[in-house]
């Protein structure tokens, strides 16, 4: 069996400063001998010095490229426009299997080079449980920017910061009400936790409550926080009629999933995700309803959400390419490429 060469990628998106992998595990998978090899990067969190005092072999960011063939190239977010054709193994959030913007084209690119999109939000157990997640992360910057900005206090652009910096800016009396739509899940735990440290109470709804969903209920909250990722159609929680309905209470609305584009979307009231730059959307003026949907929060949060994720992720990379998790990875590839009408 040919040994394990895992390259950490320098991510193209100047807003992510996030890894999948941690130092202190990519000691481990160094230790277990695993060759790893990590490219400078300026923006992630950790230098590449600590990778080197880890064992790593370094290179210059984007020249995963030029890898070994058998190398298995693992990242976070996007990748570059280039090359056209992916000879590697990839294993990054695609965000390519359900009709998303960009989706074909990505699935084309693996086509042509004859490499496979290993994509983590796939990577599940036999039960279909997620194996490693940035949820927890993504919601409770989800639910704190929100409450930043309902009390006036959200600043921009956007600032990387650590969990006690940001708790000292979220705490509160309970001055607003709020609802947490997907509450029992990753997402929604950390949603519910940061308004925990902000003095709020939320309402927390799950399955049970948007089988039947009381649209008047939910417009009668003053924030809103959605952590539903649907896997299959269902009714949207917020359309553009609701919007308009007399007496709408709801002024700031934060959507976890970003579901933009995909059929499945429960928000289907934008049609861009925010930024660092500029975070919210007036959606409406008067009353007024703002949005914030970004789709890295958890890089505002960079050393505690990689640290998690990491911890999560690397007991699988260990076990790359003999793992039923990866295998099942594999599947869902060549299936969304079948899908897809793109030859795998």
Known sequence: MTELHLWLRHEVRTTERRTPVVPSDARRLVDSGVTVTVEESPQRIFPVEEYEKAGCRTAEAGSWVSAPDDAVIVGLKELPEEPAELRHRHVFFGHAYKGQPGARALLERFAAGGGALYDVEYLVDDSGRRLAAFGFWAGYLGAALAVLRHRGRLTAPLEPTTRPQLDERLRGDGDFTALVIGALGRSGRGACEAFRVAGVEPTRWDLAETRELDRPALLAHDVMVNAVLATTPIPPFLREEDLDTPGRRLRTLCDVTCDVG????????????????????????????????????????????????????????????TGAAWARCRDRFERASAETGVAS
């Open 262 to 321: 995909s059929p499945l979307n429960v928000l289907p009231i934008y049609d861009r995700t925010t930024d660092w730059a500029d975070p919210v959307r007036r959606l409406r003026e008067e009353p007024p309803l703002d949005l914030i949907a970004i789709d890295n929060l958890p890089s505002l949060l960079p050393a505690e959400s990689s640290t998690d994720f990491s911890a999560a992720l690397v007991p699988q990379l260990m076990e790359f390419g």
